[in-house]
């Protein structure tokens, strides 16, 4: 099949390069429309398109070197731009310290100057006030005196401004020194920075890398066991039908016997072919007991009433074996919704088993985790199982109840049959199915 499949797509590529090669000549090319993007495609030394695959050039890195080169990168930048930060604020305070500084030299200088052009106006008005005529010449001297004291007072208000620019100066350099500091304190931390970020960085990742593992090995150990028990599982079902076998072969072997030994006392004719014997349950029977033939679905309540009087309960349905008396789980005849309303606020895994009107058999109902679920069960001669292919064939409901117990119904629901909900009303809803049975005698 597989060399077929691969034959057809080598004839397919024949024709397509036959229908290529033919009609290539015959196609006109086309102009591109304006202001429509177009891509070109950078060519290698074959005049095919360029492709590069990482990984296969000698020079290319690792995907760990890449990751590693990555977050050395990412924490470089985490540093940057916190050592930034830092560099912002603190070039923020010097200036504003520098500010203050000139700010308070300006006021200082400016007051100095205010107090000296005071003294000149008070000086100026005592000399024109204080006999101008009878003290000219003294206040010519004194006028000279003045002159000269403020020329050394200017003096010396220079020589202290020149002292205030050169502590304008000193306080400059400092503030340029304190920068420079500043920068290779912030450049120190940047580095530090990055090798704790890039350290992190690593650890999570470690982190990271040992969670996945451990959740690996969680996923495996749990495949290895679902696996054991499916196995398991698989044994059972094959010993369960390996017993079938054996005693579908002893039920054949018995009723030949049974049916030579009545050929033997009757004398019939030996020619005639014998019927197929009977299982082994109706061998308990009366060998003259007559099926009685049924539509392929019930046509009413009262239909399976009868079906359940007539052939279920004499097998000893809807009984518990170890006590003989009516099972927790059994139900009578009642309605889905019913199911479901006993089913309603109970547990995960209770269930209940009801006698179904719409097949001649029983329905599971199953309280799952979002809702209830149905599982019809079909009675044959073979015995009990649940609808589909391939299912497993039990001998009684009990035994196919007990099976579901350590074993779900279908593996992808995994529903387990674990606490048995029985009857909340009075009289039961089996009452009709179980009522006493009207003997009849015979006349000897």
Known sequence: ?????????????????????????????RKPKKGRKNVDFL???????????????????????????????????????????????EEAELARKLEEEKERMEGEQHQKEEELRKQREEAEL???LKQAREMARKLEEEKQKAEEEEKIRVEQLRQKACRSCQDLDAVEHRFAEDQRRSLERLVKDKNRRSSEIFTEYMCKREEMEKIAEQNLQE????????????????????????????????????????????????????????????????LRKSAAKVIKKRPPRPPNKQAVVDWFLEEERPK????????????QWFHGVISRLEAENYLLNMTLGSYLVRVSERVWGYTISYRAEDRCKHFLVDTSEQGYQFFGANQLVHRSLADLINFHKSNPITVTGGELLRSAVGQLKDPPDYHELMRPRITESTAL
């Open 1 to 29: 099949l597989e060399g077929l499949f691969a034959y057809e797509i080598q004839e397919q590529v024949r024709r397509y390069n036959e229908f290529e090669k033919k009609n290539q000549d015959d196609r006109i090319p």
């Open 43 to 89: 060519l290698g030394k074959n005049g095919k398109e360029w492709v590069w695959v990482m990984g296969e050039h000698k020079k290319d890195r690792s995907i760990e070197e890449m990751i590693e080169l990555e977050i050395q990168e990412r924490a470089l930048k985490e540093a940057e731009r916190e050592i930034e930060e830092i560099r912002r604020q």
């Open 126 to 128: 005592y000399a024109s």
């Open 219 to 282: 996923v495996e150990l749990s495949w290895q066991e679902q696996e054991k028990k499916a196995k398991k599982a698989e044994e059972e079902v094959k010993e369960l039908a390996r017993r079938a076998r054996i005693e579908y072969k002893n039920s054949l072997r018995q009723g030949m016997n049974v049916l030579n030994a009545v050929s033997a006392f009757s004398g019939n004719g030996t020619n005639q072919k014998p019927p197929v014997p009977p299982k082994s349950d109706e």
């Open 316 to 327: 000893g349905v809807g009984t518990d074996p170890s006590t003989g008396k009516v099972a």
